[in-house]
Every structure is written in C-alpha cells, then in structure tokens.
C-alpha cells in the first residue's frame, strides 16, 4: 500500500543536544495523538547529520511508523574516499532510508545522474530504501523544459532499476528554486509534475508499481501550505528543510497528511 511520508531532511543543522529535544518532542506528540504510534500507511522520517544517526535510530525505535534517514551514502562500499559514509555504514547506525540525488549534492558537489544510479543501487543492496530527488532548476522551468529535466533524471538514476527493487524507493520531487527560497509551488504545479512522474513510472512499470511508490513534495513546504499541497491525489507527503527543524512546525505538517 502507499505510504504518506514526512520526512524531515536537516541538512548540515543541529547537534546531537538540539538534535534529541527535536526528535523527543516530535515523537512524544505522535504517541499523545497516536496512542500505538502512527497508523498503518503512515511513516514520518527524520534525516539528520551523520553525527546523530545511530541516536536518532535508537530515539525512534519503539514509536511505529518513525524511522530515520541518511542525507547521502557513497556509491562504493567501503575503502579510501576521506570523508565519506558508506551505506552499510547507515544501515548499521539503525536507519533505513537514505536521501540520494538532493539537489544540493547535486549542484555544490557535482554529482551526476550516473554516479547517482550507483548509489541507488548500493543503497538497495544495503537494504536501504532510496528517497530520490528529482526537479528542475529555475531556468529549466522558464525554458519549459522542466518535464524532460525529470524524465531525465528518472530515466539515468533509477529507471534501470527491475521491479522489485523500485518498488522499495520513495521519489521527491523538488523543483530547485522552491528549495529554502520560500517559493513553493502552487498545489497544481505539484499535482502536474507528480501525475507526469507517476505516468512515467506506469509506463515502465505498470499500474500497480506505480501506484505503490510514495511521491512527496519538496521546496518550502511548512505548516501553513502543507495540508493544500498534500491535498493533491498524487502528492503522498513531504520532504522538508527548514520547517524540519522546529517540532512544533514538523509536528504541523505531519498532521496534514
Ligand atoms: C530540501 O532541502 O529538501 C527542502 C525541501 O528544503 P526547504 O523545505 O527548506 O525548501
């Protein structure tokens, strides 16, 4: 069945100290409202820094429905890359979903759509469930190109994928200049890009792959625009920056689901 997801992506934001009042908070309020933790088709994930990773997974393990992602893994799965996290690293932290293909990796470091693939496919090899981010940059949008731009990224990044295993990613779209601008787009450019995407995914997949696949929305979603831009039929939930970052925010936007 299709999940509706929140996910709250920190970025590079919060220590540990922060980090816990944040995640205590938000899963406290979901057990008040939820007395079992969250219902059956429900997920809300936190994805903070790698810092906080393994906490954040024991934090969240006793609430249903709460789970936690990497903001980024490497393609390789281990050996000489400073810096870096592998994916069986993350897995063995306790998280479950790992965010691949964010703009921001992207553009300040460069990551292209075939060194995305790869670690799309060492993330389903670690058991990690992708969320992949697709969308088009300003310029794009204005050259009207921004439906290629995606089919694009879909087709050189996940599309190779056979049906079992697209089966366990979560799409994102997030058109980049809604990102942290406070620009989001209206409901109907999320339902227009979210249908086209679905259609996509039917097409090479069939109709129940693909409506199975969770398709949330980034891009200066918060608790006053999230209830209109869930409200869209193939809008499953969202990915959020800023507004992830505040429980009493998060928490609104998890209740417009
Ligand atoms: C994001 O970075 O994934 C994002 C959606 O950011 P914001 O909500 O701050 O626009």
Not at 108 to 132: D, G, R, S, Y
Not at 174 to 196: C, D, K, R, Y
Not at 214 to 235: K, W
């Amino acid at each position: 069945m299709r999940k509706k997801i929140v996910a709250g992506n920190w970025k590079m934001n919060m220590t540990s100290d922060e980090g816990r009042r944040l995640v205590k908070s938000v899963i406290m309020d979901i057990k008040e409202r939820f007395s079992n933790g969250l219902p059956e088709d429900y997920r809300v994930i936190f994805a903070p820094p790698f810092t906080f990773l393994e906490e954040c997974s024991k934090l969240v393990s006793n609430t249903k429905g709460v789970y936690v992602a990497a903001q980024n893994c490497h393609s390789a799965e281990k050996g000489a890359f400073t810096g870096e996290i592998s994916a069986v690293m993350i897995k063995a932290a306790g998280a479950d979903y790992v965010i691949i293909g964010h703009s921001e990796r992207r553009t300040i470091f460069a990551e292209n759509n075939a060194f995305l693939a790869q670690k799309v496919n060492t993330a389903i090899k670690n058991n990690l469930h992708p969320i992949f981010c697709c969308g088009e940059s300003l310029k794009e949008r204005e050259e009207n190109i921004h439906f290629n731009v995606v089919e694009t990224q879909l087709q050189e990044s996940l599309f190779h994928l056979p049906d079992h295993q697209i089966k366990s990613c979560v799409i994102a779209y997030e058109p980049v200049w809604a990102i942290g601008t406070g620009l989001n787009a209206s409901p109907e450019q999320a339902q227009e890009m979210h249908a086209f995407i679905r259609n996509l995914l039917m097409k090479k997949y069939g109709k129940a792959i693909s409506s199975d696949i969770s398709i949330l929305y980034g891009g200066s979603c918060n608790g006053e625009n999230a209830r209109v831009l869930f409200g869209n039929s193939d809008v499953d939930g969202g990915l959020i920056g800023g507004a992830s970052l505040k429980a009493v925010e998060f928490m609104r936007i998890i209740m417009s689901l």
